[in-house]
Structure formats: C-alpha cells, structure tokens
C-alpha cells in the first residue's frame, strides 16, 4: 500500500540527509565500528545542514518546527545505511523535549544554538547499575548546597556517553518523596568530580559511544535545574517516553524493511539446486509472512506518527508501538540471516551487522516485558 505520511518538503529533506550519509558517513562508518566512536565534526557538519534541533526556536538557531516527521527521515535514512553509530536520534528525538521544553530563557540561550549546530552533543543519564526500567530506584543524589547541588552516583549504558557535552542527569533531590523526590540536572562537560568510565564493549553498535559516567561531589549551579522547580523529574520523563519509544519504534520498522529488500535481493540471485533460492515455496511463503508484517508495522507506527504531531499519542500506543516493532525487527532479521545461509553469519553481509545491532531494541527504552505491563495497566485490572 502506498504510504502517505510525507509530504514534498519531507521527500526534499529525505534527499539532503541521504546525500550527507552517502558522503560524510558510509564512507567511514566501518574505520568508526573499529575507533567504537564517531568523530565530533560529522555532528557540526550535519547541523550545518539543519539536521538537529528541528523544534528549536529560530531566533536559537533552529527551524522553529514541530513535525516528528523529519526525525523520521533522519532515523529511516541512518539505518538504511546501517549507520548505527550516529547518536543523531537521542539528541533530536529524546533530547530535544527536554531541552526546548523545560529550559527557561537563560538556559535556552546557554545551550540551545550549540544543541542546533551539533557543536553541543547530549545524552540521558537514567539507567544505573541497580536501575534499569525501575526509575524510581535511582540512587544518584543531588543535595543543595546555597546555589549549587552537590551531584554523587553513577549512570550507565549512555549513549552519547563519550561525546557529549551536556548531560540531563536524573538524581534524587528528596529520597525519602518517591516519585516526587526525583529531579533533573545538566551536567555540563569540565564540571569537576564529572567523569567518564569506559566505552563499553558491546554486542553491537560498535562505533555508538556508550559509557559509563561517575560524579563524585559534582557541584551543579541551581541554574542548571530542569523545568524550574524540584520533585518534577520523574513526571517529566514520563512525559517525554512516548517519543522516545516511537522513535525506537521507527528505527525497527526501518531496519526490518532494510533487511528485507536486501534478503529478497539475495534470494533473487543465490542458487540452489540449479535455480535461485527465492522459487521454492519454504522461501516464498516466509518472505509473504515477513513482507506482510513488516508493512502492518509500518502502517501503525505511521499513525503514531501523525498522533505525536497532533498531541494524541499515549503511553500505551507508544508502548505498543515499542515492543510490537523491536521483537518484529529481531524476528524478520533472524529469519534473513537463516535464509543468507552460512553467509548470513558473515560480517561482510549487511545482515550480520544488522542482526548484532538489532538485539538491543527490545531492552533499551524499556523492556518488552515493561512495554506489555504498560499496556496491561491500563485495563484497570
């Protein structure tokens, strides 16, 4: 079925950010897989090209936009070319509510012309070493000090970790308030007692930076609170989630249909017996299955789309969205590399890269598991 979701000033777009990646990023993705981080100049060059900040006010250096649909291209067009070191989407996607939203006039002049040229890069820090999905069993605290926090935990698996330059730290302002003792802090780049761990080692997403960070008696000014007052933070993530899974959601749909144009290239070309893979009928029908799940997916997510851009996204279709995509993509994926046979195990395969990158959909941004008991609540049971 003919998608409809863009419009021409979109197809235009789509075009200047594949020409980027086609120029600045394919060429040495594999050099970064082995560095396991991208150098910060691509981020300059692609907010030369207006790629970040699309919701940032004009007068910050931003297009002033709010149309999820252009995070969409950017997203379908990184994983198209299984480019899945670009940090690109935690900064537009995750980033950009909480630093467009929540700053007031100050800190929007601090912080926002930089996050829109790409020459300030952000990240998250939420999960820590005994908190996962759990939020509210953070033990990272900030405690006021005259007009400073005083900022000691410690975060892991950040993406962006490495490269970034502000970090929305989520820290306990009052452990003994539960959910309303939670607060968010910028910890910028310099700050002392901020420092990085190691760029972990991961299954996949080699050239993704992702680290462990420490703060140790970080002294944060009170200026660099998050959305004007304390005990608000955990209602604020909540808030932004719904993006963020979409976004997750957006990339599965993205690589799942990727992985398919390739596989049924290969199946197209791969012989077997003396004819290609793709006439016999194991082939065929499992390519139908994949083919007609893949294109649902993508019809409902489309929709999400449209229900982020008009306000009317919950967190339960998020949620759906979310774990319904990821255990698709990783689903369609396993079953192409099955069908590349033993070169599907191969690096030099598209398939293989993607399968290694793909498993972490289901975990990060919530788990499955957490996506169904989202979407169990709300039966009122």
Request: charged residues 25%; hydrophobic residues 40%.
């Amino acid at each position: 079925m003919r998608r409809d979701l863009f419009d021409e000033e979109h197809d235009l777009f789509r075009e200047t950010v594949r020409e980027f990646m086609a120029r600045e990023v394919v060429p040495h993705h594999a050099q970064w897989e082995k560095d396991g981080i991208v150098p910060r100049d691509v981020w300059k060059k692609a907010g030369e090209l207006g790629m970040f900040g699309f919701s940032v006010p004009e007068e910050y250096g931003g297009s002033g936009i709010t149309d999820f649909r252009y995070n969409a291209v950017i997203v379908e067009e990184i994983i198209r070319v299984g480019a899945t070191g670009l940090g690109f989407g935690l900064h537009n996607d995750i980033m950009a509510p909480y630093m467009v939203d929540l700053t007031n006039d100050e800190q929007k002049q601090r912080w926002l012309p930089g996050f829109a040229s790409g020459e300030l890069i952000t990240a998250i820090g939420m999960t820590e070493p005994g908190a996962g999905s759990d939020l509210q069993g953070i033990r990272t605290t900030a405690v006021r000090e005259g007009d400073h926090y005083v900022v000691n935990g410690q975060k892991t698996f950040i993406t962006n970790g490495i490269n970034s330059d502000l970090v929305v730290v989520v820290t306990k302002t009052d452990p003994s308030a539960g959910a309303r003792g939670t607060s968010l802090l910028v910890v910028e780049r310099g700050m002392e007692g901020f420092t990085r761990g190691r760029n972990l080692e991961k299954v996949g997403m080699h050239a993704q930076d992702t680290a462990e960070l420490f703060f140790e008696n970080v002294r944060v000014p009170v200026t660099n609170l998050l959305g004007g007052e304390e005990g608000q933070g955990f209602f604020q993530l909540m808030n932004n989630l719904p993006q963020e899974r979409l976004s997750i959601a957006v990339a599965a749909v993205a690589a799942a249909e990727t992985v398919l144009e390739q596989t049924i290239e290969y199946c197209r070309n791969r012989t077997a017996f003396g004819r290609s893979i793709g006439k016999f009928q194991n082939t065929r029908f499992l390519l139908a299955e994949l083919s007609t799940e893949v294109e649902i997916a993508r019809h409902y997510v489309d929709k999400c789309i449209r229900a982020l851009n008009a306000k009317e996204l919950t967190a339960v279709d998020a949620a759906k969205a979310k774990w319904w995509t990821t255990e698709l993509q990783n689903k369609v994926i396993d079953r192409c590399v099955q069908l590349h046979g033993g070169y599907g195990y191969m690096l030099e395969y598209p398939v293989a890269k993607a399968w290694l990158d793909s498993r972490v959909q289901t975990i990060y941004g919530g788990t499955t598991e957490i996506m169904k008991e989202i979407i169990g609540r709300s039966f009122g049971f």
